[in-house]
Structure formats: C-alpha cells, structure tokens
C-alpha cells in the first residue's frame, strides 16, 4: 500500500469516529453578537406596519442555520403561538415533495394536524388565506429551489402586518426581494477561540505550549469555517498531544469526511457551466482579479455569477478571487479525477504527459512551476495539446531569491495557437516564437522576462489582446505596433528601463483603460492623451475608469541623461512623485536637461545631505473638476523640484502648503487655484524669482503674506480673503510692491480695499470686478500707471469718477446702478464698455459730450438707451433710437459703437464711416 493510500485510510478512520456536532449554549456562541449587530436593523422587529423577508445567505458550514435558530429562539415568543422552524427544506423537499412542506407549516402554525391539501396551488391559496391577517415568525432553512418558496412564501402580501420570514439559502439569486446578510468567515482570532472552545469544552488550553501551537493550525486550516473548527475540535476532545499531531498531518491532506459531505452538495447544486468555472477557479484562477477571469473564461461572467449566488466564491476589497482553501482543495480533488482531469498543475502529472510525450486534447490549462521540474523537459510537446487555452509557467524560486534553470533551447519551445492566456515569470528568451493565429490571446503576462524586442518576425494581429503585462523586462528595447490589438485594455511597462519610445499607435486604441510606465528611465519625450471611450464598451464594469500610472519616487540625485525629459497625460492618474502624490487629471512635465553649473553647485551647498531630485522645469498636475471626489491631494515637501521655473496645481483640494516652498529658488510662475489651505508660508517671500503667482477659487484663503517680489497676483473668486496686505508693515516700506497687473474680482470680503490698493503704486492692470461698493476706491485716482480697469458686474456702483488720466480701457459691462460718469477733458480712454446699463439716464448726453477728437477705438454700449434726449430720435413707445447725432462720432480714432439691444438702430463706424439701419 502506497503513502497516500495509508493517509487516506487514515482519515476515514478518524471520520468515521468524529461526535456529532453537540447542542450548544446559544448564550455562549462565539460571534452571534456581531451577527445580531448586523441583523438586527433587516429585522427592525418592533415595526409592526410591514412584513419583511430576511435572507441569510453564505457558504455551507458556515453557520447560517446556527444563526437561524438563535433568531428563533430569542424571538419566538414574541410571535406565540404562530410561529415555526422548517428544518432542511431542501432535503425534506426531495424526500417527502412540496405539498407535505405546505402540509407540514400550516398544521405546525395552526395546530391542526387533520388538515388536507388537495394540490399545489390549493396549499398556496390556503397559506395566503390564513396567514395574511395573522403576525408571523417563519423559518424556512436550507431553501435551494426557488419553487420551494413558491409553495411556502411566494410573496410577503401573504404574510399579515409584523411578520418576519428568514430564509438561509447558499443561493443568494433567490433572495432577491429581501434584505440579505451575507455570513464571512470569521477571523483568525474568533475561529481559534471557537476551536478552542470545543477542542478544550470551555476550559483554558493546557499550558504546554504544543496545543496553542495546533490549535494555531487548525484555525489556519480551516480558514474561520464554523462547520470545519466544530468537527475538528470535536474529534480533538481529550486527546493526548501526540493525537493532535498525527490527526493535523491527515486533515492537512484530506477533508473530513462530514465537511466533504457538505462542501459537495455544494458542487452537485451547481449545472455544467458553474461546475467548468468552479474547477478553473480552484486550479487556476483563485487569487487572481475577477474581471481578468471572467474575460478568460467562456460565458465567465455569467458562471462566477452562479458561484458568488452560491456563496462558493467572494471578492476581496481589492477586487481578487477569494475562494476557501477548503473548497479549492475540494475542486483539486475534483479536477483530479481521470474523469475530469483537464487542468494539470501537479509537477510530476506535467512531467509525465510531456516527457511520455504523450498526445492528449483534453487538456485545457497547465499551471507548471518550473522550480520543482527535471530540466530536460520536452517543451516542444506544449504544441501538441491543441485545446491548450491557459498556460501558466511560474518561477517560484525566483521569489525567494535564486532562479530555477531551465535547460531548453528557443527553437524548442511551440505553442498552441489557441492560448488565451501565457503567463510565463521571467521569461528566459529575447523574444517569443512566431505563432501561427494567435487570435485567441487574452492576456500575455511576461513580467521580469529577458525580452529585448516582443516577437520574432512580423507581429501577430492580436486582435483579442486585453492585457499586456511586461513589467520589470529590463532589456525589452521596443514595443510593436500595436495598432490592431483593438481590445487592448491594459498596458504595463513599470520598470522597463530600456525602452525608449512608445509606439504612436496606442494613441488610437480607444479601449485603453491603463498604463503603467513608472520607472522607464529610457524615455525622453512622451505625450499621450487616454481619451474617454464610449460608455456602451464597459457597461459591464462601469466602476472601473480608465487610468494611467507613472511613478518616479525613486529618482537619482539630479538629472540623468536617460531621464524622461517631456510628459503629457491625461485620463484619470495616479501621481507619485515622493512626498508629491495623489490622483489626478492631467500631468505634464518638462525636464531640463542642462541646469545651468552655478545653480546646481548653489543647491549642492545649501543641503546638507545630497537628497535625489526631479530635474523638472515645469510641473503641472491638474484636475479639470475642483469638485472631483478624490480626495486631498498629498502635498508634504517641494524640496525634490529645485530646478522647477514653473509649478502648477490646480484643483487638488490641497490643504497645506509645505514650508520648504523656497527650495525652489528659480520659480517664477507659481498656480495654486482649486486649493483648500487658508494661508501660503512666509518663507515664500524668499522666491525671489516669482513673478506670477495665480490662486483663484481658493476660497478657504483669508492672508498673504509680504510678496513684494509678484509682478501680476490673480486672486478671482478667493471670497474669503480679508487682506492683501500687513498694512502697518506695508506704510513702512512704502512703493517697495513691484506688483504690475492685480486680478482681484469677487474678493468682496477684503476688508479695506481702497488703503489696500494705495500700495500697489505701479499697477497697470486692475481687475475688481463683482465688488459691492457704489462708488470706485478714491486711491484708484492715485494709480497714475494705471492703464486698464475692470468693474464689471459691480451692481451697486452709481457713479465713475475721478479715474486717473492714464486709463485707457474702462470695462464696467453690468453695472446696472450705474448713473453718472466723466472724464477729464484730457483723457485716454480708448476702450469703453457700459453695457448693458439700463438705469443709466443720462449716458447719451455723457457720450456726446466727449471732447472733439478724443481717442475711443470701441465703445459698446448695449440697451443703454431709455430716456433718450435727441430731438425726434427716440421712439417712447417701441422704445428704440432711429437715429444718432454726429456728435457722436467727435472720436477721432473710433472703430467701434455698437447698440445691439437699442431696437431699431446699428451703427458701425470706422473713420467717421456711418451706416444707419
């Protein structure tokens, strides 16, 4: 007798004596609290208005009917007398038919054991009869069939006001008009304190430290599933520790027969599609992302669909395949048979098909480790397996830091041309071999490879093609076109240090959802735009978006030659760029490459530890949205961007803006609009460089400090700012401001404008445009540079007076208080906008009165005509203008007069040319 054959013996030995699971204390049940904690708002069982149905769903032995009879127990009687619980519908279904399971709750309810059904539909309409005005507590456990509950508890209008129905079921497809719970595995620490609960009958382990230590691997066994830490802490009762240690060694390799037993009533539910995907899950897939296998398989989605329903599959948070190592071992078992052997992932069973050069077509998936392989191995032979759909050869020696060697050469290796999946850890060659229709690949997984180019010879169409993963292949040089792999979802390049261009054609590949090329030092100049696809492509998994990745958080000290020198990406990105990190929109980037000597030596001096660095001239990482739900964007220090003359972040929710800000002593425009901090560092006064600084819609900001240094300062929209200013420190260094151009509108809550203003001595441009004051800031006058003025929509402005002489473009568009305004017989103005100015009385008289020859190149002045004064001009009742005196042309240089709401009149004038409609 072989070993396996004595562990097997072994283990329907100790099967075959396991005690039947024993009643327990439901006070005393190890989790039933937090499972109340989660039940207990689906029940909300002091509303008495409405019926309810609760579903308990979760994987066999997991503890749904425990759960159920607690629920019984502490509520029954708060339901007497109607109340019920039907054990095993599914099995009592099978053996005795649906008309007894009706039989069996009308009579248990009512008391009436003498009561008769004729047919189906006659116990249906006698449940609903009866029990619609009566308030009841059913539980239907172990439903499987939905015309189990047809018969039993088709709809809640069946059931009068106040009742609760609970049903457990592993299929969760049949819970659909119910609240669900859905029963998890418990953790490690409750599944070890239930097992030690058995395993020592509710007294503390035994001091030596060998049962604590099995108990730890009976816990990790089992994986937190009730059924299993109950029977083997069962059998465990009062064994000696030599006991535990040989029963360990048998569980490790085979069930118990108990768990089995309920873990293949599990599979048996399942039709032929739900068990083709069981058996791929558990030999191939578990672990791996759900939507890459569902992609891989015939109808996958459908199928891990009756496996989730069936509680025989789950996702973990990050979106992996997570089935119980228990139920995988199962499905091994399973896929083990000769009879269903079509998936190899033992070494020796690969070792011998390939080496007896054996010709089999059953076989659809190889998983080989090529660590535990003999190196004489018949590659050439993978050919021959026609319907070969996944092949996955892994290294795993390569994980714990030595390389397995693999003593075949290129010409040897063929491969069927129905692969969809190639999954080949470090791949040894420089290139794969030519395939003969391809058409069928999926996914091709060759990260850490030795490729230095894809394919030999012309490229394949790959027009199936969905993930390319060639993460880490440090040699890879170039990419193929890959213009024809239409399907193309994926694409990771992390770490591929030797290429050195992308191909143009991914540009065009509008499925591209992801790329990854952190860390390719190679590339120089890349400018890649994800463009957004259609919607109706991924309606199937509509909460994934389309994304880029680039990484550079592990750059050398300054700049290398082989540095990516020009960036451009938008789509949805993960930026990570040391303490610089978050998601965004849109990154752009250029590096220079020759940073001039004294600058690099000057930041040499200043740190005191040589600190790698970006060698980034511009910088921008956008959001298009301010309102995008991505969170703050992580800002801890700029000290990495010493080169940097131009920085911006918009629309990142930052809140805090580093104090290191004067690392980068060569900025000269700096944009933080979008952003939530309430104030900049004062060590920004040192930038002596920044000329440009830009902070619009930053509407948690309320000070500034000292920028002596800005030439034009844009503040729109900051509508919490209080001051631009230290006044006190400000009249000390009086006309030290180099400020040029201020765009200041909708900052209303500045608190004292006019003496603010007073100290930009050299203003040319002024932006106040949406501010609530009815006449301009007096200081304005004192801006004898001033050449431009902006006041539009101010509402309450009255009157315009008293502007300095240097004005020559005056905007007040949609100031509709305004009443009065005049010049200075001298004037400059050249650009005037009052419109639309529908209270202004007195604008026609104003404008005719603009000295002869005075220099106005444009002057709309839409709907400013109520009450006008021309003799016989102006209509009262269509209020229209139909004619316009001369004097209104004295503008020597005037282009421009448009009248666009005056009804009945156009004027366009240029060189005193008038036209009159």
């Known amino acids: 007798v072989d070993d396996a054959t004595m562990i097997e013996e072994i283990v329907q030995r100790i099967s075959s004596r396991l005690l039947s699971t024993l009643p327990i204390d439901f006070g005393d049940l190890v989790g039933m609290k937090a499972h109340m904690e989660f039940l ?77 059904l004729e047919s189906l539909e006659h116990g249906r309409q006698q449940l609903e009869f009866r029990l619609r005005h009566v308030r009841v ?22 059931f009068g006001p106040g009742s609760r129905v609970i049903i457990t079921t592993r299929d969760k497809s049949l819970l659909n008009s119910c609240g669900v719970y859905d029963v998890k595995y418990l953790d490690d620490d409750k599944a070890l304190e239930l097992f030690e609960r058995i395993a020592f009958e509710g007294d503390e382990p035994p001091s030596s430290d060998g049962y604590k230590d099995l108990s730890y691997r009976v816990s990790r066994l089992t994986q937190g599933l009730p059924l299993a830490l109950v029977a083997f802490g069962f059998y465990l009762q009062r064994k000696p520790l030599w006991e535990w240690r040989d029963a360990l060694v048998a569980f490790e390799y085979a069930s118990d027969k108990n768990v089995t037993r309920i873990l293949d009533i599990s599979y048996d539910s399942l039709d032929k599609l739900g068990k083709s995907v069981f058996l791929h899950v558990t030999c191939l897939f578990n672990g791996d992302p759900v939507w ?38 199962k499905g091994r078992e399973i896929g083990n048979t000769p009879a269903q052997q079509q998936i190899l992932w033992y070494y020796h069973d690969i070792y011998h098909v390939l080496a007896d050069k054996a010709r089999t077509t059953r076989i659809e998936g190889v998983v080989l480790d090529v660590s535990e392989m003999p190196s004489d191995v018949h590659w050439e032979l993978f050919k021959s397996m026609e319907n070969l759909n996944f092949l996955k050869i892994c290294n795993y020696k390569r994980y714990k830091g030595s ?110 959802q992801k790329v990854d090329m952190s860390n390719c030092d190679g590339l120089k100049n890349l400018r890649i735009t994800i463009e957004e696809s259609e919607a109706t492509l991924f309606r199937s998994r509509s909460s994934r978006v389309r994304s880029v990745r680039v990484d550079f958080s592990d750059a050398e000290p300054l700049v290398k030659e082989s540095s990516l020198s020009n960036l451009s990406i938008k789509g949805n990105l993960e930026i990570k760029l040391k303490l610089l990190g978050g998601f965004a929109e849109h990154l752009c980037f250029i590096t220079e490459q020759q940073i001039p ?35 703050s964007f992580k800002c801890g220090s700029f000290s990495d961007f010493p080169w940097l003359t131009e920085l911006n972040l918009i629309n990142l929710s930052i809140e805090e803006i580093p104090d290191d800000i004067h690392h980068m002593r060569v900025l000269e425009k700096l944009d933080l609009s979008g952003n939530d901090f309430s104030g900049l560092p004062t060590s920004i006064v040192l930038l002596s460089k920044l000329k440009h600084l830009t902070l619009c819609n930053c509407r948690m900001l309320e000070t500034l400090p000292q920028l002596y240094q800005l030439e034009t300062l844009t503040l729109s929209d900051c509508t919490n700012l209080r001051t631009l200013v230290n006044l006190p420190q400000a009249e000390q260094d009086q006309g030290s401001y180099s400020l040029r151009e201020l765009r200041l509108d909708n900052c209303s809550s500045v608190e004292s404008l006019s003496d603010e203003l007073s100290h930009f001595t050299k203003l040319t441009y002024l ?7 009815k006449t301009v800031p007096t200081s304005i006058k004192d801006l004898s540079s001033l050449v431009t003025l902006c006041l ?82 102006y209509n009262q009742e269509t209020r229209s203008v139909k004619s316009v005196p001369m004097e209104c042309f004295n503008f020597k240089t005037l282009k421009v007069m448009a009248f666009a709401v005056c009804t009945g009149v156009f004027i366009y004038c240029r060189r005193r040319a008038t036209a009159t409609k």
């Not at 507590?137 to 069946?158: P, S």
């Not at 932006?767 to 004051?773: K, L, N, P, Q």
């Open 403 to 512: 390389d397995a060697r693999i003593n075949c050469n290129f010409d040897g290796i063929l491969l069927p041309c129905k692969l969809r999946l190639l999954h080949w850890d470090a791949y040894p060659f420089t290139a794969l071999p030519s395939v003969a229709h391809p058409d069928y690949l999926v996914e091709l997984n060759l990260c850490y490879s030795k490729l230095t180019t894809l394919w030999c010879g012309n490229p394949p169409r790959l027009s199936h093609l969905k993930r390319l993963y060639l993460t880490g292949s440090k040699d890879l040089k170039e990419l193929p076109d890959l213009q024809e792999a239409v399907c193309l979802e994926e694409l990771m390049l992390e770490g591929c240090v030797s290429l050195t261009r992308i191909p143009e054609s991914i540009f065009s590949l509008r499925r591209l």
């Open 292 to 329: 890459c296998v569902e992609t891989l398989l015939d109808r996958g989605e459908v199928g891990f669909k009756v496996l989730a329903e069936k509680s025989l599959v789950d996702i973990s948070a990050d979106g992996l395949v997570a089935m119980h190592s228990l139920l995988e071992r």
């Open 792 to 873: 539009n929509y101010c509402k309450n402005l009255k009157s315009l007076t008293e502007l300095p002489l240097s004005i020559k473009n005056l905007y007040a568009h949609g100031c509709k208080s305004l009443e009065t305004f005049s010049f200075s017989v001298n004037h400059s103005v050249r650009h005037l906008d009052l419109s639309p100015c529908f209270h202004w009385n007195q604008a026609f008289s104003q404008i005719t009165r603009f000295p002869a020859g005075t220099h106005c190149e444009e002057v709309p002045l839409c709907g400013c005509f109520q009450k006008s004064k021309t003799q016989g001009a």
């Open 137 to 158: 507590f059913l539980v239907l456990d172990d439903v499987d069939d939905r015309k189990q509950l047809c018969a039993l508890a088709k709809d809640i209008t069946w």
């Open 40 to 116: 207990s708002p689906l029940l909300d069982i002091d509303s008495k208005d409405d019926a309810r149905f609760i579903g308990i769903s979760g994987t066999g032995g997991i503890g749904k009917t425990t759960i159920a009879k607690y629920l019984y127990e502490q509520l029954k009687l708060r339901f007497s007398p109607h109340h019920y619980f039907m054990e095993n519908v599914a099995k009592l279904s099978g053996e005795h038919g649906l008309l007894y399971l009706q039989h069996q709750l009308l009579s248990s309810i009512f008391r009436e054991e003498n009561m008769k």
């Open 597 to 631: 000597r004294q600058l690099m030596m000057l930041e040499q001096q200043s740190a005191r530890v040589m600190t790698p660095s970006y060698g980034f001239k511009s910088l921008d990482i956008v959001r298009f949205n301010c309102n995008i739900e991505s969170g």
């Open 767 to 773: 932006d106040i445009s949406r501010h609530g004051f």
